[in-house]
């Protein structure tokens, strides 16, 4: 925001120099980033934050100035205009999206003269980056960048009807913007309408057909106030900027929009004569209320380390128009209507110290740190990232954002979306962290990494399970959102599981995955399963596969991908917080390899099942070994190797005890599999 010091002084006293300002302005929060120079004028080019907009023009400045340095503050004064009429015989105002569009009023001056505009306001525009056009919308910029609210002026003889609506754009409606942009409008965005057309872009800008010109003689001012988003959008829909949608974005005082509208045609009457017609058409769907905000003296303390009594707090918000008053010990504010940035205590706290000077908070040699105890889900996390890495895997950071068609690979339902308004490309939260390990997947092939194993911790944000899209519960998370750890590797889907094993039995010990063959999106149907812990509940937690072929060719990866993704609050639930004491083992296993030959459709999860049903004490791991098919197994058969491992706790294991309970097992699968011991 540049800011004329010349001008400036018009509202202010300031006797320092144009650097001593911009020092002391930096000092409270409106940086001075450059001072540009200009014919006997200086000009400061201030960073105005986004919760400031009341500093986006000369009149807000000069507050600020005038609460820092404690002189009195002018406010602008008009000579008033010779009146005549009644507005409300000649025009009128229907607003029929109230939420759009809170206040809109209009003033009508009639027999003004149009022509250019007296030096000093050419000068004083051009110094703000703005050009003369003539006398009337050379006032509305002038306003604008005193008391930072756009006005529009339109020909009040060529509104259809003279009258205004303000409501939404019919599909497909046209409008051909003053600087000769044709606009294709939607029902999204909001439009000044005469009786038959739309005549401007609510809060962007007005259309050629009603701008002001050298035959205008009757002139409308518009002043209002617009919906912040509704303006934002619009505005990165049609690619049109201007000075008065960067105001209306960040929000326009609700009350000065009528003394705005007042002062320009105040300066019109003076620059380009004419009469005010009597009165001002105001259509105010909720008038304003000033919120009062409490501030305790203590907490201000406290919060800021240092000590400002009571009374001089009192002095610093009364100084910013706070109207502070005592009730008991606390201070109650109103808060006028300029400075919605003002909601909470603390807000209270920044305006104290940013006018008692930041350079008050003592800087000391010495840092206290409180100590406080292991956050659980910290530390089964880095259990879990340990074991991972143990594994050979990489951990991964990626962005919670992919586009909706990488999304719909792997979720049935529609993703959670931004409005494609605010984010274009990559809009869609991510329903698995799957999609995101692909990509990265795919840069390292394309940087010639081969082989990868990646992992990551990270929250997903799956579609509700009644298809809802973007509820958020009280807390502010999504109703479905969760961490999920997940994993891919180039290696065999074996080693996958493998490693997925290893990190559930870092955390929960004794507990085992079991994988329940399933149809899987996104996965392989040949090759893909459910992830149960320990089948509990016969609740899946996840997922794990190979990923399916059109999934690769959509990320263009040469080789097959194995992939798992799990509930990782699942596995936090069964992880053991106390650690477990177990002695070595004082005897020696004995380990027997069986070859067994079973139906094709004997999984290995219901091999395990049966050897698991015959009660043996002594057998302490049942392990998978490999599959065999070919001669000479017969053909609709297999031999599946497993190895049983025996140990006591107490003794020695004889060959005989150990060879009578592997009889036992072949007995039991011959009787329930027709297993076949393979010679």
């Known amino acids: 925001m540049k800011i004329s010091l010349n001008w400036l002084r018009e509202y202010v006293d300031v006797s320092c120099s144009a650097e001593d300002l911009a020092k002391a302005l930096t000092r409270i929060g409106l940086s001075c980033e450059e001072i540009l120079q200009a014919p006997d004028d200086a000009v400061l080019n201030l960073e105005i934050t986004s919760n400031r907009p009341d500093c986006l023009g000369h009149l807000g400045v000069a507050r600020e100035v005038a609460a820092m340095t404690g ?134 800008m007005g259309g050629q057909d009603t701008e002001v010109g050298a035959g205008t003689t009757n002139v409308l001012i518009e002043s209002a106030q617009f919906d912040p988003l509704s303006v934002r959008r619009t505005s990165r829909k049609l690619a049109l900027m201007s000075e008065s949608n960067y105001r209306f974005e960040r929000g326009v005082d609700p009350v000065g929009v009528e003394q705005a509208s007042l002062r320009a045609c105040q300066l019109i009457a003076e620059l380009a004569g004419g009469e005010l017609v009597e009165g001002i058409v105001d259509v105010w769907a909720k008038p304003f209320v000033p919120p009062t905000v409490t501030l305790r003296p203590r907490r201000c303390d406290a919060l800021l380390g240092i000590r400002i009594p009571p009374a001089r707090q009192m002095e610093i918000l009364a100084k910013l128009h706070l109207s502070p008053r005592m009730e008991g010990d606390k201070i109650v504010c109103t808060i006028p209507p300029w400075r919605g940035d003002l909601v909470r205590e603390v807000d209270l706290i920044e305006e104290i110290i940013r006018l008692e000077g930041y350079d008050k908070i003592p800087v000391t040699d010495r840092i206290t740190h409180g100590v406080a105890a292991d956050n659980p889900v910290d530390r089964v996390r880095r259990q879990a990232t340990a074991a991972a890495q143990a594994g050979g895997f990489d951990e991964t950071l990626t962005l919670t954002f992919i586009e909706p068609a990488e999304a719909a690979l792997f979720c049935n339902a529609p993703a959670v979306c931004v409005d494609s308004v605010v984010r274009k490309t990559d809009n869609a939260l991510r329903p698995t962290l799957i999609p995101s390990l692909l990509r990265v997947c795919k840069t390292n092939q394309d940087a010639g990494n081969a082989d990868v194993d990646l992992f990551e911790i990270s929250a997903v944000f ?36 493998g490693a997925l094993e290893a990190v ?34 016969g609740k899946a937690i996840g997922v794990i596969g190979m990923v399916a072929p059109e999934v690769l060719d959509h990320y263009g990866l040469a080789r097959p991908i194995a992939a798992v993704a799990v509930r990782f609050d699942a596995m936090l639930a069964a992880a053991q917080q106390a650690k477990v004491y177990q002695p070595l083992p004082r005897f020696p296993a004995v380990r027997r390899d069986l070859s067994l030959i079973v139906d094709e459709d004997v999984a290995w999860k219901r ?71 393979r010679a």
């Open 71 to 204: 002189v009195p503050l002018r406010l602008p004064k008009g000579k008033n205009p010779k009146i005549r009429g009644k507005v409300g015989e000649m025009t009128s105002v229907e607003v029929s999206a109230a939420d759009l569009c809170p206040r809109y009023t209009a003033r009508l001056i009639r027999g003004v003269k149009v022509g250019p505009s007296p030096s000093w306001m050419v000068r004083r525009l051009e110094a703000m980056g703005l050009r003369g056009v003539n006398n009337v919308v050379d006032v509305t910029n002038y306003v604008l960048m005193e008391y930072s609210q756009p006005l529009h002026s339109f020909d009040f003889d060529k509104l259809a009807g003279r009258r205004i609506v303000v409501r939404r754009a019919k599909a497909g409606e046209e409008l051909v913007s003053i600087d000769g942009t044709r606009c294709r409008l939607d029902e999204s965005m909001l439009v000044i309408a005469d009786a038959e057309k739309a005549v401007a872009i609510a809060g962007v």
């Open 462 to 497: 799956p579609p509700g399970s009644s298809g809802r899209r973007g509820k958020t519960s009280p807390r502010g998370a999504m109703d479905d959102e969760h961490l999920e750890l997940a994993m891919v590797t180039t290696r065999e889907l074996a080693d996958l599981r």
């Open 504 to 537: 559930a039995q870092r955390l929960a010990g004794q507990a085992k995955l079991e994988v329940q063959p399933a149809v899987v999106k996104g996965m392989s149907n040949s090759a893909s399963g459910n992830v149960l812990l320990d089948g509990k509940d």
């Open 607 to 677: 091999l395990a099942e049966a050897i698991a049903a015959v009660p043996q004490p002594t057998r302490v791991a049942v392990d998978y070994v490999t599959t065999y098919r070919g001669k000479p197994v017969p053909a609709g058969r297999k031999s599946v190797t497993v190895t049983l491992t025996y140990r006591a706790a107490d003794q020695t294991l004889r060959n005989e005890q150990v060879d009578q309970q592997v009889t036992e097992v072949v007995e039991a699968l011959r009787k329930g599999l027709a297993a076949e011991l």
